[in-house]
Nanobody, 124 residues
Framework: QVQLVESGGGLVQPGGSLRLSCAAS????????MGWYRQGPGKQRELFAA???????NYADSVKGRFTISRDNAKKMVILQMNSLKPEDTAVYYC??????????????????WGQGTQVTVSS
């Protein structure tokens, strides 16, 4: 089966930087679009960064110029580099990836997978 595992969350001061990673494993045929979501206290989960299989990126205005999404296809990984962090960036961060995989039966499926979420807290 396919798993998506996140790492890199933690506590950081305003203006600081943090790097999150999300690694996929399993009987993967290919990984298509990937993205990062976050959900702050009392807020809805939002997509703020995405990257296509071809490497094209899109960002929400709230993070544009501060966050960078990238992917390492050899490592089956998506990376989020966060700079100039603000208290309002505090949230649980989730990665998401659309993955084509092979089941034990040999049948090929395509679906979106979620990481387990990692807490990012920006506070002085």
């Amino acid at each position: 089966q396919v798993q998506l595992v996140e790492s890199g969350g933690g506590l950081v001061q305003p203006g600081g930087s943090l790097r999150l990673s999300c690694a996929a494993s399993g009987n993967i045929v290919s990984i298509d679009d990937m993205g990062w979501y976050r959900q702050g206290p009392g807020k809805q989960r939002e997509l703020f960064a995405a990257i296509t299989s071809g490497g094209s990126t899109n960002y929400a205005d709230s993070v544009k110029g501060r966050f960078t999404i990238s992917r390492d296809n050899a490592k089956k990984m998506v990376i989020l580099q966060m700079n100039s962090l603000k208290p309002e960036d505090t949230a649980v961060y989730y990665c998401n990836a659309y993955i084509k995989y092979i089941a034990n039966s040999g049948y090929v499926y395509s679906r979106a997978y979620w990481g387990q979420g990692t807490q990012v807290t920006v506070s002085s």
